[in-house]
């Protein structure tokens, strides 16, 4: 019987619901059965700029229904998913040796959440948006 359960047997009056309850995660957390998450962690690191007019703009020429499955997140949300909707570059800045200037219309698709981290899933092996959409095809 694992040691927790153990405490709930014991358990007296005169300790409080809230300790046992919190003796028993503790006893949890030593046995691997659950794990903490949260931690706030400081890191160093690099991003590379966007520009909320391209985003606009983007958004403006295309739409914000999903190029590579075709959602509209209005319509399967209601006014919750309105507008919502990621941006993809074609061209993944990360891959770019320096600062490129970027065409809202060529180079920058609307991509629901879902589609956005299927293409950058494998970062050294970015699907481009027909692949996608062959990937989404066959489902």
């Known amino acids: 019987m694992p040691s927790y359960c153990r405490i709930k047997l ?17 006893l949890r957390i030593e046995d691997g059965i659950l794990s903490k998450e949260g931690k706030r962690k400081s890191y160093y690191g690099h991003r590379y700029e966007r520009i909320g007019k391209n985003r606009k703009k983007a958004l403006e020429i295309h739409g914000t229904i999903c190029f590579g499955c ?29 600062e490129i200037v970027i065409d809202p219309e060529k180079d920058l698709i609307p991509l629901c959440p879902n589609c956005h981290r299927i293409v950058h899933r494998f970062p050294s092996d970015i699907l481009s948006i027909d692949q996608l959409r062959n990937i989404v095809k066959r489902l």
């Not at 399967?76 to 770019?96: D, M, T």
């Open 70 to 98: 075709g959602i509209d997140l209005e319509e399967k949300y209601g006014e919750r998913g309105k507008g919502f909707i990621e941006v993809h570059h074609i061209k993944p800045l990360s891959h770019q040796k320096k």
């Open 10 to 26: 014991i358990y007296h009056s005169s300790i409080s619901q809230k300790t046992v309850d919190n003796d028993i995660e503790s």
